[in-house]
């Protein structure tokens, strides 16, 4: 690469690294440094990751500046040219006073500075965004979760040209126009800014971020800790259902830090919104770290910013892409600009973790501040050393006591099993305790539906959440959970969800050839007891490991039981005949059923239903243990969905009706493979003869599972007890199986568990 072509003449820049001697306190101050640009000049044209990237940037906001500044008056959703437009401006505003910084061409401050001036001109006389979608709107953008998201990038393009503006300029600009945005955002829409959620993180970050720029220390308490008196109601809710202000809840930015992140860095919305979140988290607090290092941001709550960033990257599939839960958008990955951001910062501020290393390799590109420049420096060292995602349990709530989500890995990231026993997750959330999926090389064979949502598409409901997200995407019977009476968990009520989490039974990752969780839910359905477990077992019988799925429900009253199974591939073959209606007819009437057409029916007289299907990684079979009057439900999303917002995906429903209590026992097992390119299909049937309960009481249940060669094994687990330390035995048809510990999986010759 030519530098010459991207940048000033090396000797220029040796002399501005030789002149520049950057002061502690000195602008830019709040996450490119004066010490970071003396860093930077030093090693610029040295380190190749960091160079491409700003030559990447440097290409980006020159055709920006050669096109012009546009500030268009507001009028678009998500999507549309004015929303995109000023998304844009923020972000090239940001990048151009990182250019003036590093480079120290003037052009860049002026284009920052002519940029914030119009803004400064048109705000005060914009009226409401004229969209009235949301309960918070904005000016700029119709909702003020975009406003604070400007209102961050510009405090921090500010804080690049901080020096260079004249004292007149700067106090027109902070008083026409960033104590005004400030304004808006807090005290005229308190209903967005004093919550838990990450609006107000945003929020929060946004007159933060301001604050610390201009020295503002109203601004900054009032960032910190919330409004004094914000005159909201208990009890009111926002868009999606989710309460804004509850009995006893703290508001601002430390309040955020603590509630909604558990002590692992799990966030209670999921990792779609906690990748969403992390921008305004990290950025306020290295901020925070910069200029106010006395209030220790970065060791709150025991460090868990920087632990956050490690339970994302753990809730990533083989190819880095965000595990569906709750409302999550799919393909969203740790290629994002927040992760990014993510990614440096916990490199840099965090002990430089070189597994972190591997991970900005494969983003491609880095900040341009000091985090951007120690992980470029890293990489060029040969630092770098590969990120291993292993078996992992996050737990949920502030003190880790409200359920949580567990990660199972075989093989590594090959084949992998995400269990989800959490909270309800904030207006986010979806009624699917005891959920789970599970992937295979970075694809999913059991799919979590994700959101209903076409983000900044402006021909799907301007980008905004649809109407099918509620109606269908919360629903429990579009999770692969268990689902009683065709109704969803806790009715399908927020208010009620919110108040309860399942229980953690236990979670054993330490034998490598049983990964194993088990959890429980009582309070979904009243006087109804679930426990699942999901073990994941590597046996040398069997090709590839596979998992059990196993769920023990005690029920005061007989109710209908469907478990569904949602595959990605086309099926195959199943043991079981079936028969297929003439005319589609909606599943049901509610809870999501309506969107659910039935498409075959059948019936399995063997004790076991086999279902198997080929998907993009070879071929899968779903064998599961059956009752006499059990259903065996084919269907397909799609029903009552007049504007095609849904996707058109298969599934499967074992139906058990009039019963109380019950046991289902299934196996998920991978095997084989197909090319297309020789058109070869190798071990494309199923593996497993045999799937049997052989044993269940009031504390125990055990399972054996045979091979086509004959082959069998015992997995036996203590539904009451999770104690290491206990010792049990069962006579399961005349011999005695003892084991110590909550399971034991026994193979023919003995046990492969500890």
Known sequence: MNMLKIALPALILLLLAVFFRPTPGEYPRLILTAEGVGEIRNEFGSVPLFDASLAKVKEDVDAEMAVGIDVPVPKDFSGGYTHERHKRNYLMALQAGQLYQILGEERYAQYVRDMLFEYEAMYSGLPLHPMERSYARGKLFWQCLNESVWLVYMAQAYDTIYTWLPAADRERLENNLFRVVADFISVENPQFYNRIHNHSTWGNAAVGMIALAMDD?????????GLTDDGLELGVKDDDGGFIKVAGQKAGFLANLEDPFSPDGYYTEGPYYQRYAMYPFLVFGIALHNVKPELKALQYKENVLLKAVDALLSLTDSDGEFFP?????????????ELVTAVNIAYHYGGQNPQLLSVAEAQGQVLLDQAGLSVAMGIAAGKAEPFIKTSVNLSDGPQGQKGGVAVLRAGREDLTVVFKYAAQGLSHGHYDKLSFSMFDKGEEVLQDYGLVRFVNIGQKGGGNYLPENASWAK????HNTLVVNETSHFGGDYETGSQHHSELHFFDAGNENIQIVSASESNAYPGTRKLRTLALIKNEKFREPFLLDLWKVDADVEQQYDLPYYYLGQLLETNFAYSNPRVLEPLGESSGY?????EAQGESETGNAKFSWLGPNGFYSLT?????????????????????????????????????????ATIIEPHGSYSPVSELALESRTAVEQLAIVYDDDNYTAISIA???????LFVLATQSSSEDEQHSVVI???TWSWQGPYRYFEQGGSIQK
Request: aromatic share 8%; charged share 25%.
């Open 217 to 225: 220390d109203e601004l900054l308490q009032r960032a910190l800790y």
């Open 325 to 337: 839960l709750n409302d999550a958008q799919k393909g969203m990955s740790y290629h994002s600009a």
């Open 475 to 478: 629903q429990s019977i579009a």
């Open 594 to 598: 309506q969107h659910l057409y039935l």
């Open 624 to 664: 599961a243990t059956t009752e006499a009057d059990d259903q065996l439900l084919m269907a397909r999303v799609g029903a009552n969905d007049p504007d095609f917002n849904l996707r058109r995906d298969p599934v499967l429903i074992l139906r058990r009706p009039a019963t109380a209590g019950t046991v289902f």
């Open 707 to 713: 091979d086509i060669n004959g082959y069998s094994s």
């Open 733 to 735: 048809d005349g011999k």
